[in-house]
C-alpha cells in the first residue's frame, strides 16, 4: 500500500495528516450521526495507536493531524494497519482512511511548510482516486 516509505534507520518525527476516504459521501448523505460517530471514532483509534511521546490534533471534518515518532517503516506500518480499516463502533460501513505523511522538522516556518505539503500530498492521492493509502 505504502508508496514513498521513509528509511526505516530514521526515528525522526513524523507529521502525519489523515482523512477518512468515505466523509465526503456520508456529508453529501446527511448522515449527521454517523459523520459524528465517525469522527470520534477516528481519533479514538488513532489515540489507541500513539505512543507517549506523539499526539493527535483536529484538522477539521474527517481529518486528523498526528505527530508520529519512530523508524520510518514502524510509522508506515502502524498507518498502513489503520488506514486499511478504521475501528469505528456504532456505525453501518467498513471506513479507510488515506494519510499523506512528512518529515517533522523544528521551527514554526517548518510547521507551516510541512502542514501545505501534507495538504498537497493529500490532494494528489485524492484527485488519483487514492483509497486507503500512506504516501
Not at 486528523?64 to 498502513?80: C, I, M, N, T
Amino acid at each position: 500500500m505504502s508508496q514513498q516509505q521513509p528509511s526505516g534507520a530514521d526515528r525522526r518525527g513524523w507529521m502525519v495528516l489523515l482523512e477518512v476516504d468515505q466523509w465526503q459521501a456520508l456529508d453529501r448523505e446527511g448522515r449527521v450521526d454517523e459523520l459524528v460517530q465517525v469522527q470520534k471514532g477516528m481519533a479514538q483509534a488513532l489515540e489507541g495507536a500513539l505512543g507517549p511521546d506523539e499526539m493527535l490534533l483536529p484538522r477539521g471534518r474527517g481529518r486528523v493531524l498526528a505527530v508520529l515518532s519512530g523508524k520510518g517503516a514502524d510509522v508506515f506500518e502502524r498507518l498502513e494497519k489503520l488506514c486499511a480499516q478504521l475501528p469505528i463502533p456504532r456505525t453501518s460501513r467498513l471506513y479507510t482512511a488515506t494519510a499523506a505523511v512528512e518529515p517533522r522538522e523544528a521551527g514554526a516556518r517548518s510547521w507551516a511548510a510541512g502542514l501545505q505539503r501534507l495538504e498537497n500530498k493529500l490532494f494528489a492521492l485524492r484527485l488519483r482516486g487514492s483509497q486507503a493509502q500512506v504516501a
